[in-house]
């Protein structure tokens, strides 16, 4: 008798299967998270360069107009109905050597479904780049 129970207590052959249940969901999660992560990042590195180069066209003497179109155009994979764009001062009050201020915030929407309830749907992001008149 005494045999058996030690044979009994050594049998592992459903061990690692267990293991596997438990860590599966948490390492799926992990991964989808940093797919995430990474998609956020490549459009806020997107938002920032296009509104670096939209206060640059700010700072040459552009209208609001001319700014919207080139920081859509230095980011095209952003989708521009999500893209909110402020430019002061106004055109008008521009002069040369003042600052021009161009901000740019844009909506992401979350797109890994498991991660949804937990980021709860959309991210907000945003960038700002301040040039010299010139």
């Known amino acids: 008798m005494r045999g058996r129970t030690r044979a009994q207590l050594s049998d592992r052959k459903g061990q ?3 293991e596997l249940a438990l860590i599966l969901p948490v390492l799926v999660l992990l991964l989808l998270g940093m797919l995430q992560v990474g998609i956020v990042l490549q459009d ?10 939209g206060a640059r066209a700010a700072s040459l003497g552009a209208s ?13 994979s952003l989708n521009p109905s999500s893209l909110t764009l402020t430019v002061s001062p106004s055109p008008s009050e521009r002069q040369s ?11 992401i929407s979350v797109s890994i479904p498991l991660l949804t309830p937990l980021l709860g749907g959309a991210l907000q992001i945003s960038s700002q780049s301040v040039m010299r008149m010139e």
């Open 44 to 53: 806020y590195l997107q938002l920032q360069q296009a509104v670096e180069q």
């Open 97 to 107: 050597g003042t600052d021009v201020d161009v901000q740019g915030s844009y909506s």
């Open 64 to 76: 609001d107009a001319t700014v919207m179109q080139t920081v859509e155009a230095s980011a095209p």
């Open 16 to 18: 690692a299967a267990v």
